[in-house]
């Protein structure tokens, strides 16, 4: 596909949301790997990949501690698709989506740059994802 470079799969990630305004200081005290990070009015929500965090049942521990109130979601992974250009003409975010819901794969939530299109998805439906974008887009 045009612009597209790659498909990029990675599994184990946890969902972090919470609406605690420091939230990021904790994460950077425990010096997580944090990706897809968004702030916004309703509190800051990101993705911690497990892959490189040796202890995540303490640095999850240190996070409830942080805030209380803090949702923390495990099972999924992170299918991206990257490129340049990929939010212009060729319109691939939104054919991203389609090719996703084509094939049964229910994205948990899309996040879009022109470098990297990523759906956070369920581990089980991870490899299908990834099978579906690269015929698709490579």
């Not at 911690?48 to 209380?68: H, I, K, Q, T």
């Amino acid at each position: 596909g045009q612009g597209v470079r790659a498909i990029v799969g990675l599994d184990k990630v946890v969902s972090v949301a919470s609406e605690h305004r420091g939230i990021l200081d904790a994460v950077a005290k425990l010096s997580l790997p944090v990706l897809d990070v968004a702030v916004g009015a309703s509190g800051t929500e990101f993705f911690v990949p497990l892959l490189n965090v040796p202890d995540w049942d303490g640095a999850a521990e240190a996070l409830r501690s942080a805030d209380s109130r803090i949702k923390i979601e495990g099972g999924f992974g992170l299918v991206s698709l990257v490129g340049d250009g990929l939010l212009g003409p060729t319109h691939c975010a939104s054919r991203f989506q389609a090719v996703l819901l084509q094939h049964g794969v229910t994205p948990m939530r899309i996040a879009a740059t022109p470098l990297r299109i990523a759906a956070l998805v369920k581990s089980t439906e991870l490899a299908e994802a990834q099978r579906a974008l690269h015929a698709a887009f490579v």
